[in-house]
């Protein structure tokens, strides 16, 4: 019970400070929504929109989830218990931020080297290969 009583002495201060530097944002924030929404008939910029923020929402959840285990690490003070659990959650965020980090890798590579636009917006080509060019008609063969 104490260490959870410890946690919430350290943690709430900084919460309350978070809430009160976050207001202004929040007031200036009245700009920054768009106020003239449009449909869009383009269906792959939504799902470029969609796959980008299942990516970043990814990323960013995994590294929350390690700042949360190293400070349970932190906090466990020796206890057997609470550094176990933490080293746990320390692990599976880590395999997380990789998954997220391959995804991200693999998609890249598949628009490098079949020219498509899936996350950049822009393709990538390989020097000397234009896309859907097969590959033994490489033009740095022919030299």
């Given at each position: 019970?104490?260490?959870?009583?410890?946690?919430?002495?350290?943690?709430?201060?900084?919460?309350?400070?978070?809430?009160?530097?976050?207001?202004?944002?929040?007031?200036?924030?009245?700009?920054?929504?768009?106020?003239?929404?449009?449909?869009?008939?383009?269906?792959?910029?939504?799902?470029?929109?969609?796959?980008?923020?299942?990516?970043?929402?990814?990323?960013?959840?995994?590294?929350?989830?390690?700042?949360?285990?190293?400070?349970?690490?932190?906090t466990a003070g020796g206890d057997e218990k609470g550094v176990a659990g933490a080293r746990g959650m320390i692990t599976s965020a880590l395999i997380g931020l990789v998954i997220v980090l391959v995804a991200y890798a693999i998609i890249r590579l598949v628009e490098v080297f079949f020219g498509v636009t899936i996350i950049s917006g822009t393709t990538t080509p390989i020097p000397g290969i234009q896309p859907g060019q097969d590959i033994e008609q490489n033009p740095i063969d022919r030299l």
């Open positions: 019970m104490k260490p959870i009583l410890t946690i919430l002495k350290t943690v709430t201060p900084l919460l309350i400070l978070a809430i009160f530097l976050a207001m202004p944002l929040i007031a200036f924030a009245q700009g920054l929504v768009p106020t003239d929404l449009r449909q869009t008939g383009d269906i792959v910029a939504v799902i470029r929109a969609i796959i980008r923020f299942i990516l970043l929402a990814a990323f960013i959840l995994a590294f929350i989830f390690l700042l949360i285990g190293g400070i349970r690490w932190i």
